[in-house]
């Protein structure tokens, strides 16, 4: 059987895959690596001075049609019921399924469930 390919395949062009980081969260433990905009009014990151850390914008983000691709081509598309799959081969557009695994928080693990489970991921493959 020949592998599965997405009818069309644009390229996907990440222009940034480091993380922004905090300005001067190197330096200091006391500071997050999480990333916050600095808003005052004398800090260089914020006036955008040259060799500073770069501030994230609109201009990083991805093109339009290749958002939340995956690298096969394929859009992830979670599945939480026979239901949506029938709807997922209704659609004409590439998507890749995953499913979603029961939740074992809500009771204990039923035979039953366990059984439901495995025929969805046979009607799924």
């Known amino acids: 059987m020949a592998a599965l390919r997405p009818l069309v395949n644009p390229k996907i062009i990440k222009k940034r895959t480091k993380k922004f980081s905090q300005h001067q969260s190197d330096r200091?433990?006391?500071?997050?690596?999480?990333?916050?905009?600095?808003?005052?009014?004398?800090?260089?990151?914020?006036?955008?001075f040259r060799g500073q850390i770069l501030m994230p914008n609109i201009g990083y983000g991805s093109h339009k049609k290749t958002k939340h691709m995956l690298p096969s081509g394929f859009w992830k598309f979670l599945l939480h019921d026979v239901k949506e799959l029938e709807v997922l081969l209704m659609c004409r557009d590439c998507s890749q399924c995953l499913l979603q695994e029961p939740q074992s928080h809500c009771r204990k693990s039923s035979p039953a469930g366990h059984q439901s489970h495995q025929s969805q991921c046979q009607k799924a493959g």
């Not at 200091?28 to 955008?48: A, C, F, L, S």
């Open 28 to 48: 200091y433990v006391k500071i997050k690596h999480n990333r916050q905009k600095p808003r005052g009014t004398d800090n260089r990151v914020h006036r955008r």
